[in-house]
């Protein structure tokens, strides 16, 4: 099965009202708990792969947002977590640098 890498940044806000949570990434409907930055993922390159993020708060999850990335879309995404806990996040495509 061919394969291609997708990178997700992801960033939280400079002033939010919650500390320590880190967020997880779901690919294809498996979690993987992650660091905030930058990371790599093996996706099939032939099909459509929905990947989404939430937070975790050990009370309850939040932030959660989804994308699903076609096999011709871009390969740079990057998760905006929310600043307030009850709040949705986003998952962009990166925008391109001149």
Excluded: C
């Amino acid at each position: 099965m061919p394969t291609r890498r997708i990178e997700l940044t992801l960033r939280k806000p400079w002033f939010a009202l919650y500390a320590g949570v880190r967020p997880t990434v779901v690919i294809a409907g498996r979690g993987h708990p992650v660091q905030w930055g930058v990371g790599t993922w093996q996706v099939p390159s032939d099909e459509t792969v929905v990947i989404g993020a939430f937070l975790f708060n050990r009370l309850w999850h939040f932030g959660q947002a989804e994308f699903s990335v076609e096999p011709g879309d871009p390969l740079t995404l990057v998760y905006r977590a929310p600043a307030l806990p009850f709040m949705r996040g986003r998952i962009r495509p990166q925008a391109a640098t001149a």
